[in-house]
């Protein structure tokens, strides 16, 4: 079976590990945690990061940072992984879902404005496939109607928009390193912060609302409870299995690309059967964070899913519209968000890992062009 997902080693994980360990110090903001935070601030160019046990830690400490409160709204995509949502329901706000665009499912910047009202406090774009959002629209609309921009910059490292890196363009961002991403620590995340307003605050907060990290660089003699907070600061053994990871990124990215590349180039023909293949605009650019296509009917996704496991390859489908599930289809306000369904209906993933083999990626875009001549 060819699996959907493999996470990579760049073999120097285990040596970080131990070598965090034998510093004598494994908690959080330890020798790699810190070494981490250089790469990502020196080599993007990032104001202010900090690590996190998760991505949806990271949300969650920027959804305290902008004092989401009860009754206040925030606008973000339907067809996204629960935890955009989440952080900042915990924190009481009303979320108000706006579709996908036609052509990726990202959010449809045309839509964001009618949704604005009074109450609404933030925008959440959510980089899809790390792929851009209209950033320059959504910075436009915050500044228009003073409004905070939170990416969720998950699925989006090395990635661009107009030349500028996502995470870097709204005020916060949080990213996410999964094993299913492209740099991944198992678990673990980032809360990127780009207005400087928002640094001392965050280090409180994610230091369970002490402001113990000042005491800890000698600024203050002491240190106590001053915030609200949590337990966001992730060991310094995730944050050495992390940068074992960042030193490959380049090689990382270079498979990762071929193999997007050849899928892209394979699958082609598809479009002739009114499948979809991933969109990019021209100003975005693409991390071959994952390939997908859009299948015409829930159907047909099915019948596809089952064919390639007869052939011994996984491929799985994404999201599930949050407006429609269990716990929010109550709160909803009735509007049909038709691409969002579509996506969740029709959208299907294919394997992309770094030990996945050109010749695999022949033979699986070889079986979804067989499969075509069954089903049509």
Not at 49 to 74: R, W, Y
Request: aromatic share 12%; with cysteine.
């Amino acid at each position: 079976m060819i699996p959907f997902n493999k996470p990579y080693l760049s073999g120097n994980e285990l040596n970080y590990i131990q070598e965090s360990v034998q510093s004598g110090k494994i908690s959080g903001d330890g020798l790699f945690t810190k070494k981490c935070n250089d790469f990502f601030e020196n080599k993007y160019g990032f104001k202010k990061v900090l690590l996190t046990t998760s991505c949806t830690h990271a949300l969650e400490m920027a959804a305290i940072l902008i004092n989401i409160k009860k009754g206040d709204e925030v606008i973000m995509p339907s067809y996204t992984f629960v935890s955009t949502a989440n952080a900042f329901v915990l924190r009481g706000a009303k979320i108000v879902f706006a579709d996908s665009s036609f052509e990726n499912p990202n959010m449809d910047v045309t839509k964001i404005e009618s949704l604005i009202t009074s109450r609404t406090k933030a925008i959440v774009p959510v980089h899809y496939a790390g792929i851009a959002c209209d950033m320059d629209s959504i910075m436009e609309l915050a500044k228009k109607y003073k409004l905070w921009v939170v990416e969720d910059a998950a699925q989006a490292i090395e990635s661009y928009y107009k030349g500028r890196l996502l995470g870097s363009i709204g005020h916060l961002a949080a990213f996410s390193f999964h094993e299913t991403k492209n740099i991944v620590s198992g678990e673990g995340g980032m809360l990127v912060i780009n207005d400087e307003q928002f640094s001392q605050r965050a280090e409180i907060i994610r230091e369970k609302g002490t402001n113990r990290s000042q005491f800890f660089r000698g600024e203050i003699n002491k240190y106590g409870w001053v915030d609200i907070g949590s337990s966001y600061l992730p060991s310094d053994i995730i944050a050495a299995f992390l940068f074992a990871q960042l030193e490959k990124i380049k090689d990382i990215q270079r498979k990762r690309l071929e193999i997007w590349n050849r899928y892209q180039k394979n699958l082609f023909p598809l479009v002739n059967y009114g499948i979809q293949l991933p969109f990019i605009e021209d100003y975005a650019t693409c991390n071959a964070h994952m390939y997908y296509i859009v299948c015409k009917s829930l159907e047909q996704r099915n019948s596809l899913i089952k064919f390639l496991k007869e052939n011994k390859i996984l491929s799985v489908f994404h999201y599930l519209s949050l407006h429609k599930s269990e716990y929010f289809i109550e709160s909803h306000d009735g509007r049909e968000l038709e691409n969002s369904d579509r996506y969740s209906d029709c959208l299907l993933r294919l394997p992309l890992f770094y030990e996945l083999e050109l010749n695999q990626v022949d033979l699986i875009c070889s079986a979804i062009l067989e499969w075509l001549k069954v089903a049509k």
